[in-house]
């Protein structure tokens, strides 16, 4: 079984986000970076799917050439093979990144055979452009379920869960096949120290991408207005709830 | 003429909060634009809901008429049929909410139009050479103003950014229908089964949610949140923390990899409130936040707070409610 898992670099998304002064970015300087929490759940999957039933797993990004830190956490996680599609600037729009990974899969299958399962996350943390994996999908002429919480793999057909409001609905798809996962799916493992060795060492192949306009262009970012107004402090304990049962009251919910 | 197109959504039967959010964008960018507005949804389209689409400024409303266009129906073929509807109306711009259906159908259409998308937006504007739009990003933390270049625009609404209303003058609404031809393969991905969360009150749609953190201390720790919960006909949420120490299951999780809340009230219980987990619960109508530390982003940016220990205060309040239930 062969697995293509896209993932993107993304700052860490519990840190505080502050912009450039001309808000033409993030101001980077004091972040650390992270895989996306949804596509280091689907790094999770792509290295259990492959242990299970036996086969390779290579992990893809579009992004700087930064980017490589990303490949080999997902390296010391238990991927195999690592491929960058290097680009001079933070990100492309979806549309571009589509064409390019879509651009990139055909040459890795041209070489080595198809993908039984193609990985991506149900949206990124910063952009969240909800589509990438779809438009892949629907350019290599594949089925994708998007919102995937679960997926079994059997001969020639993935099961996958679909989270919705208050449940799941279940979907059935011929291989080949493209999910975008979210997390929940998995908890994604914690590197151990051997395979963070191996990730240091490992080849990462340079694919670089043909320029691409996508037609949707970041002018500037923003932080919206908050109206801060000052916390009312009920209590330190048990002498706080009588004045909360007044919320509650207020509120109508009691 | 051309039209701006709206597909919207009406689960039992009635007119879905994000279609009204979306409707009132397209509204503003048709009348900007000089064209009507007219909406798509899935035949068969409710009475109250033609009504109320009137109500909103559509002129027109296309029911989708397909036998396998159901609940169940795959997102690339509701975007087939949508696409072939493009194809009649050549509109300049197609607007759907971010709702988790509208979202998977506009990638689909996007994909299958090849044009691009713009997800989550705020507001649209036709300029010179396409539009402006504004679009969320970190689940809202930050706006990104970007200029869209396309034949037709497509966009989805970020829910609960935009606030609905009605149009000053009610259209007089004609309902058409739209049958398309689909492929036996755009049917593929047809949900095949429903598993549905054991009984209990939505996390999504409940009034009041109380929400642990870290300071739960434990799986166990939750059962005080599951009592509270009861008493007032609420759910429990919980944060990243929680779920990645394997206190509750994921479904629970609140926040940006999880489920975005607007209740009534929401109660942080010992949750310092990361980016991650605001933007889950930001549109709470009201905050009330129990932590240790009055730095907590929770607590500074809560209406309210407890500044002090929840293992204290949570019995308490308990015995209040129960108290004043009688």
């Known amino acids: 079984m062969r697995i293509l898992v896209c993932v993107k670099r993304v700052p860490s998304p519990g840190a505080k986000i502050t912009l450039t002064e001309d808000g033409s970015g993030i101001d980077t300087r004091h972040l650390g970076f992270t895989i996306s929490p949804h596509e280091e759940c689907a790094v999770e999957e792509a290295v259990q799917l492959a242990a299970a039933h036996g086969g390779t797993s290579t992990v893809l990004t579009l992004g700087p050439p930064t980017a490589e830190e990303q490949l080999r956490n997902a390296i010391a996680m238990g991927i195999d093979h690592g491929v960058l599609l290097p680009i001079d600037a933070d990100e492309w729009d979806p549309r571009a990144v589509a064409g390019a990974i879509t651009d990139a899969v055909r040459t ?32 290599l002429g594949r089925a994708i379920v998007d919102g995937v919480k679960g997926a079994e793999v059997t001969d020639g057909e993935v099961r996958a869960r679909r989270s919705i409001p208050d449940g799941f609905t279940v979907h059935t798809l011929p291989t080949p096949a493209v999910l975008a996962v979210k997390e929940g799916i998995n908890l994604p493992r ?55 049962a007044d919320i509650l009251e207020e509120v109508g919910l009691l | ?16 909060r994000t279609s009204r959010e979306a409707l009132t964008l397209a509204r503003q960018l048709a009348d900007h634009a000089g064209q009507p507005l007219h909406a798509a949804a899935l035949a068969p389209v409710p009475d109250e809901v033609v009504k109320e689409l009137g109500e909103f400024g559509a002129s027109v409303v296309h029911a989708i008429e397909h036998p396998e266009l159901d609940a169940d129906a795959a997102a690339p073929a509701i975007a087939e049929a949508l696409r072939q509807l493009l194809d009649e ?16 159908v506009f990638a689909h259409l ?97 009034p009041v949610v109380f929400a642990g953190g870290r300071g739960m201390g434990s799986a166990e720790g939750f059962a005080i949140l599951e009592e509270l919960a ?25 926040g940006q990899t999880g489920t975005r809340v607007a209740p009534d009230l929401y109660i942080a219980c010992g949750i310092s409130g990361a980016t991650q987990h605001w933007v889950g619960c930001m549109n709470a109508k009201r905050i009330l936040s129990i932590n240790t530390d009055p730095e907590a982003p929770m607590v500074t940016r809560a209406d309210d707070a407890v500044v002090g220990d929840l293992h204290d205060f949570l019995p308490a309040l308990v015995a209040e409610i129960k108290a004043r239930q009688g």
């Not at chain 1, 299958?109 to 910063?126: R, T």
């Not at chain 2, 008493?231 to 929680?242: D, I, P, Q």
Request: aromatic share 4%.
């Open chain 1, 108 to 139: 890795l299958e041209d070489e080595d055979g198809p993908f039984d399962l193609l990985l991506f996350g149900n949206e990124s943390a910063d952009a969240g452009n909800f589509q990438v994996g779809v438009r892949v999908a629907h350019a």
């Open chain 2, 230 to 254: 009861g008493l007032l006909g609420g759910a429990v949420g919980c944060s990243r923390v929680a779920t990645n120490a394997g206190w509750r299951a994921h479904n629970d999780q609140v």
């Open chain 2, 89 to 104: 109306l050549t509109p300049s711009a197609v607007l759907g909410s971010a709702s988790d259906r509208g979202t998977a």
């Open chain 1, 190 to 244: 914690y590197p151990a120290m051997r395979g963070r060795l191996a990730a240091k060492k490992a080849a990462i192949r340079q694919l670089p991408p043909t320029p691409r306009d996508g037609g949707l262009r970041t002018l500037r970012l923003r932080a919206p207005q908050q109206e801060q107004t000052p916390t009312r402090i009920l209590g330190s304990g048990a002498d706080a709830a009588p004045a909360a």
């Open chain 2, 1 to 16: 003429m051309t039209t701006v197109l709206t597909l919207i959504e009406h689960p039992d039967g009635t007119l879905a």
């Open chain 2, 110 to 206: 996007a994909a299958r139009t090849d044009l691009p998308l713009a997800a989550n937006c705020t507001a649209i504007t036709p300029v010179e050479a396409g539009w402006e739009i504004t679009r969320i990003r970190w689940g809202g933390v930050l706006y990104e103003d970007a200029h869209l270049d396309a034949p037709t625009a497509l966009a989805t609404v970020a829910p609960h950014q935009v606030v609905a209303a009605a149009a000053s003058m009610p259209a007089t609404v004609e309902l058409r229908v739209h049958a398309p031809v689909l492929d036996d393969d755009l049917h593929v991905t047809r949900s095949v089964d429903r598993e549905e969360l054991s009984g209990g009150v939505s996390l999504a749609t409940a």
